[in-house]
């Protein structure tokens, strides 16, 4: 067994002899000239934009760390004026927003990003977001959101990088890198606030210490490794402790196990919740609770403020409690200059630059995934196209949720792409929206829907979610298309034309029904500002479909959760199942066999992870597993990828593995590596991965006399290993095997 635990105790070590830097005698000096009042009011972050006149006195009295929700180089310079020109020691401010997937230039949803499988791409977008919003004066970013999601319900798994560790980890890494440092990233929200019960937004979450380490944490440790300079607590009481309280999570592990030096940060209000949660009986023992667990600054709640100097007056809190608290906050505005250049120019840059745009489409046509093609796409040329459904033409729906500062007058819609771009002039173009918001259930203007369809070679069916329906408390329990949108679909499938769905949502629909009525579908969650040009470059083949499924599709809402790398079960489904229509009527009890499905669906999705098609196809031959000269149990999995089409096109190389036995049960499948490469029609390319122990290992944990512990280590054992299109892993005939 390896035991890589041991690891970061060695490093603790080490550091603790490192001599002191320039920035450690730059924070301890600072640190030593402050009054208890001053250090509190460095861990309050507020939001100046409500009742300006007092929080900005607020400000001037030298009690705020950081404001946020403020935008403008000016109104940035004039409150960062009041702190540093007029407090005692001059702190600055630092300006914190939440800009989640682009500030003006809106990029596709987290989760269409991680539909991209292109990390240097969202690397790059995450770059540019930075740099326009540090141009308006924002210096820290509440992203990336990096909770893996396995329940479509959940509305926040629209802000994610979707269900898979690994692929959350790589994209929680690649934003970290291309935010910072020109503003500061924080990694949320820490953690297990994904898993909430029932997907319903802030519930509470059970996830054993394990299961934890291994599925929820890695992504943020990787965006920790990355650099990034903070992270927020989250709202879900995991294991029935909330996060802000939660001495296990905040100090166990972020510091004493992973070393972070990162500030950490309450969500908005976390820190007072604690009453509601039923945790303290006020928000004077919230306060208690949350420095108690290291919480270090408080957004929004004012607990700091209004408890802690008199818990250090009744000596219920240390002065050095808070001192460590304060060094996280003046370390991370050290690292992000704000000491030397606490101004930002106000001849700013203007926003929507060439680059991010050309990005931004970029990235769209990279996150829509293919989930069926009968050959109506690429379009051909000359055909009378008929758009319709309640997405065409919707500049701020496909912008998705949580964006603050995009303006909709900027978006290209798929109309005003095709309208716009279309270079044959004889193309025949035309528009019926037939619903007016993915809600409405106003069906009267069908007729004429139908009477446009019947006059069309194709129609384009817009369909999908205005961003209103995801993303925070925006759960769903129902993951129908809604309002009338299914009714359209039958009625549109009914002309006997061909119907290529679009769908644009901040999650996976259950859209099995207008699957099969369709001749093609593209799914793209939500685009952003390019979505419409990124949709029209696809459609006509301009471009090619990329997108791989970041998560599961499921049949039904029943199956939910459902995600790629479950575990087997002691019997699986029996293939096929008898599902509830062919029961005969008094059939006995077990005469159908015992195994496990739901009587209304197998338990195979409507689509599986990593999933999706392009206009050309691939083939995978020589697979190898060859160990690594010299490196015990190292082995060097490759495969030559063959583009046997007539486009040049990328394909997403997955390494998926299965541990076969060991000391206890382990997934189906586990994504392992992947590599997105472009082959160029009729060329072929080898992809090579390398698999070490480490990337085996998994938590274990043993309970002695009631005491656990958990450590990480690779079991000896027999894996599978396969390089694949897709977590399926079927299309691959032979399964590799190797023997730690
Ligand atoms: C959300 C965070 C967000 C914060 C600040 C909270 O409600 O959970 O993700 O960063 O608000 O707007």
């Known amino acids: 067994m390896v035991c890589i635990a041991v690891l970061s105790v060695m490093l603790s070590v080490l550091c603790s002899c490192t001599p002191q830097s320039e920035e450690d005698r730059f924070i301890d000096n600072l640190l030593s000239r402050m009054t208890l009042e001053e250090k509190i009011g460095q861990m309050n972050q507020l939001d100046p934009s409500w009742d300006s006149e007092v929080k900005e006195q607020l400000i001037r009295e030298g009690k705020v760390g950081s404001v946020f929700n403020i935008v403008g180089a000016e109104q940035v310079n004039r409150l960062q004026r009041m702190a540093v020109e007029q407090t005692r020691l001059g702190i600055p401010l630092v300006a914190a927003r939440d800009v989640i997937h682009g500030f003006r230039t809106i990029y596709p949803i987290p989760l269409g990003q991680a539909a991209s499988w292109n990390t240097g791409l969202v690397e790059q977008a995450a770059r540019l977001t930075a740099q326009e919003a540090a141009a308006e004066g924002i210096r820290w970013t509440f992203s990336p959101m990096v909770d893996v999601a396995r329940d479509p319900r959940w509305g926040r798994i629209a802000e994610g990088y979707g269900e898979d560790t690994y692929l959350a980890s790589a994209f929680a890494a690649a934003a970290t890198r291309g935010y910072q440092p020109s503003i500061a990233a924080c990694v949320k929200h820490f953690a297990g606030y994904s898993a909430s019960e029932g997907g319903r937004d802030y519930n509470t979450t059970w996830i054993p210490e394990t299961l934890l380490r291994d599925v929820y944490l890695p992504p943020f440790k990787a965006a920790l490794d990355a650099g990034a300079m903070s992270v927020m607590c989250s709202f879900n009481d995991l294991n029935g402790l909330p996060s802000s309280a939660n001495h296990h999570l905040n100090v166990d592990i972020l510091r004493d196990e992973w070393q972070s030096d990162a500030l950490l940060v309450s969500d908005w209000g976390s820190g007072s919740d604690l009453v509601p949660h039923g945790l303290c009986a006020d928000k004077k023992e919230a306060a208690l609770r949350c420095i108690n667990a290291r919480m270090e600054m408080d957004m929004q709640a004012n607990i700091y403020t209004d408890y802690l100097a008199e818990l250090v007056r009744e000596k219920k809190v240390d002065e050095k409690q808070i001192d460590v608290c304060v060094r996280s906050i003046l370390r991370m505005k050290y690292r992000l200059g704000l000491f030397e250049h606490p101004y930002v120019s106000e001849q700013k840059p203007a926003p929507y630059s060439e680059q991010a745009l050309v990005t931004a489409t970029q990235l769209a046509e990279e996150s829509a995934i293919l989930l069926k093609n009968n050959g109506i796409l690429p379009l051909r040329d000359n055909l009378r196209i008929l758009l319709c459904g309640p997405m065409a033409d919707q500049p701020k729906e496909q912008l998705g949720t949580w964006v603050f500062d995009g303006e909709p007058d900027h978006s290209v819609t798929p109309l005003n792409a095709f309208l716009t771009h279309t270079d044959n002039p004889d193309a025949h173009i035309r528009m019926v929206a037939g619903l007016s918001y993915s809600r409405d259930r106003n069906t009267t203007r069908f007729a004429e829907v139908e009477r446009a369809a019947r006059e069309a070679d194709v129609i384009l069916f817009f369909c999908g979610e205005e961003a209103i329906l995801s993303g925070e408390a925006r759960c769903r329990a129902d993951l129908n298309l809604p309002g009338a949108q299914a009714e359209m679909m039958d009625m549109l499938s009914a002309t006997g034309k061909p119907v290529v769905m679009v769908v644009m949502a901040g999650r996976p629909l259950t859209i099995g029904k207008q699957v099969e009525q369709a001749d093609a579908v593209l799914y793209t969650f ?63 009890q077990f005469s159908i066999g015992q195994s496990s499905y739901w009587l209304e669906t197998p338990t195979e999705p409507l689509f599986p992870f990593g999933y999706g098609l392009s206009y050309t196809t691939f083939m995978y031959n020589d697979i190898e597993v060859l160990p690594v000269e010299g490196q015990a149990n190292h082995y060097t999995v490759s495969c030559c990828i063959t583009n046997t089409g007539d486009r040049d096109a990328s394909e997403t190389v997955q390494l998926y593995t299965r541990q076969l036995s060991g000391d206890l049960v382990r997934p189906i499948r586990e994504l392992k590596g992947f590599e997105k490469i472009h082959i160029p029609a009729g060329e072929s390319r080898t992809v090579r991965f390398t698999l070490t122990p480490e990337q085996l290992a998994y938590w274990h944990e043993r309970k002695d006399n009631c005491e656990s512990r958990v450590w990480l280590a690779t079991d000896t054992a027999l894996f599978q290993v396969w390089i694949a299109p897709d977590s399926r892993c079927a299309t691959v005939p032979d399964t590799l095997r190797i023997n730690l």
């Open 526 to 588: 939500h685009g952003g500002t390019m979505a419409g040009q990124a949709l029209y470059n696809l459609l006509t083949g301009k471009a090619v479909p990329s997108g791989r499924t970041p998560v599961t599709f499921p049949k039904m809402v029943g199956q939910v959760p459902l995600y790629y790398n479950r575990h087997n079960t002691g019997r699986p489904s029996y293939d096929p199942p008898m599902l509830i229509d062919s029961i005969p009527v008094g059939c006995p």
